[in-house]
């Protein structure tokens, strides 16, 4: 069975085309970072009016990377929420002419969701049960997750999303948009302890807090300029780092499970990679995370999401699907 996957929640037109729910023919994710990075974020309705232009051409490059053609395609797969609604309206019009044209089925995915079927993708593919951490630009959530399809949200942040605090730290030290893979790189040049931001709402519970990381960061600037940017950059990932793994750490005993998978942009972070497992190991628990290409957004994570959809759950949409800029994780089951 070949799903065609498409994603343009935010800023990448994204199309796949995945065999079976767990081989990828093709993968294409057009970036329009250069498009925002002049505004030091994404414009919406620039990225609309992008994802419209960019689409149909990069459909048709997936199927040829593919070697199939549109009668080849089974089942057409696409996000319908949460992200912007603009660029969500555009992927799902261009996902339902498709089903309407071909007179195929329309699966509605769950972007989150869609996130941690990048685990399905790894090789080998990790399965549930396990304790999800979705640590993304838009969002960081704890998941507890029995089997694919059932969602538990059981914690995560109040304010800003991790890659979110990356991106505003970023901009405020001079970094171009998104600066979450500059902060990467800058910091394995840095001393992590070198400076003491602090670790917010680490002591208790299962949510995070990261706008007052930020905070804290423009009153430490002010007060030390000309601080080395390396050692500023690995000061601030190394307290977002030590936050997700406590807090992860914490919801996966408290809901027991043994087995913790990392995904969405920040999953592709090389320090978290670093320190995450063996903190895990100490506790008799294993991380996985997917390679950083399926971690950042792209369409076969939603091609994934959508076969499991349609096959074990026998969910398919009406072509009138509508987009909704806020669907919570939980009403997807
Ligand atoms: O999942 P994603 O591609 O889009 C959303 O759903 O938000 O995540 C994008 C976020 C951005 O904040 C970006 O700065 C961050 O992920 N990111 C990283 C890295 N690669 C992407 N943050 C830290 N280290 C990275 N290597
Ligand atoms: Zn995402």
Redesign the pocket.
Known sequence: MLVLGIET??D?TAVAIVEDGQRIRANLVYSQADLHGRYGGVVPEAASRDHLRKIPALAQEALAAAKASWADIDVVGVTYGPGLIGPLLVGVSYAAGVALARGLPLVGVN?LAA?LFALRLSEPPVEPPFLGLIV????TLLVAVPRWGEYQVVGGTRDD?A??A??KFGRLVGLPY????H??ALAQEGDPTRIPFPRPMLESGLDMSFAGLKTAAIYWLREHPGAPLSDLCASFLEAVVEVLVEKTLRAARRFQFNRIVVA???A???RLRQVFPPRAAERGMTVFFPP?AL???NAANVAACAHQRYTVLGRSEPLSLAPDANLPLHQWV
Do not use: W
């Open positions: 929640s935010c990448e972007h996130h993304s630009g838009g969002h999303a890659g979110e990356l991106d998104p600066a979450g893979p902060i990467d969405g942009g920040v592709a972070n090389r950083p971690c950042t957004d």
